[in-house]
């Protein structure tokens, strides 16, 4: 089983939807919770971070943890082509300086 | 404008070739990373570093070294013992390594020739 488990996709919704990714993560010593978003050949963006669990909000973007049941999920509002792109979520936190990577969910917003 | 720059965004290795894949970064932070993304598979980390003069090995450092003489530099080689080479290399800083969010460069390609 991998440490953090994330659905590749693609997830193909039309435009002004509200998206929902998720990643779920087997060690529950993880604390911090990220959120990074990358175009096509470019790097990750980080959108983003948040520590234990809880909700946090950023214009479109919101992040929350459920550290209950080892789930973490990143919604975006009123979703435009622009947010056409791969999401990978990271976590760490278990004492080791590394952190644990998401294989990454394609998002297709269709016009 | 601060933020982390990779160089070349292409490199072609032939076979037999050791290539270096350079990345600066010019946010003071003291750690750096490499990673390699491969489709479908994430971020594999390759090697990192927390100070200058020290580095450790990630998961998947056959094949490569690095070195970390300035702060600001964490050069990647791709040597010939890597026998499967092409992949996306991203490079990464942070302000220390403690589960800090990373920051990274826009990437190299590298393909075999």
């Known amino acids: 089983q991998k440490e953090v488990e994330q659905d590749p996709g693609p997830l193909s919704v039309p435009e002004g939807a509200i998206v929902s990714l998720n990643c779920t993560y087997s060690?529950?010593?993880?604390?911090?919770f990220m959120w990074y978003r990358q175009y096509s050949r470019k790097g990750p963006e980080l959108l983003m971070y948040?520590?234990s669990s809880g909700n946090k909000e950023d214009g479109r973007f919101t992040a929350q943890v459920d550290k209950s049941s080892k789930y973490i999920s990143l919604f975006i509002r009123d979703s435009q082509p622009s947010d056409s792109a791969t999401y990978l979520c990271?976590?760490?936190?278990?004492?080791?300086?590394?952190?644990?990577w998401g294989a990454g969910t394609k998002l297709i917003i269709k016009p | 404008d601060g933020g982390i720059t990779q160089s070349p965004k292409y490199l072609f290795r032939k076979e037999g070739q050791n290539v270096t894949l350079s990345c600066e970064q010019n946010?003071?932070?003291?750690?750096m990373y490499w990673y390699r993304q491969d489709p479908g598979q994430g971020l594999r980390l390759i090697y990192y570093?927390?100070?200058?003069?020290?580095?450790q090995k990630g998961d998947i450092a056959e094949g490569y070294s690095v070195s970390r003489e300035k702060k600001e530099s964490f050069p990647l080689t791709v040597t010939s013992a890597q026998k499967n080479p092409t992949a996306f290399y991203l490079c990464?800083?942070?302000?220390?390594?403690?589960?800090?969010?990373?920051?990274f460069g826009d990437g190299t390609r590298l393909s075999i020739l």
């Open positions: 060690n529950s010593a993880f604390q911090y």
């Open positions: 948040t520590y």
């Open positions: 990271a976590t760490g936190g278990d004492s080791n300086y590394q952190l644990i």
């Open positions: 990464a800083s942070s302000w220390d390594s403690e589960n800090q969010p990373q920051h």
């Open positions: 946010l003071n932070h003291d750690a």
């Open positions: 570093s927390q100070i200058v003069n020290d580095f």
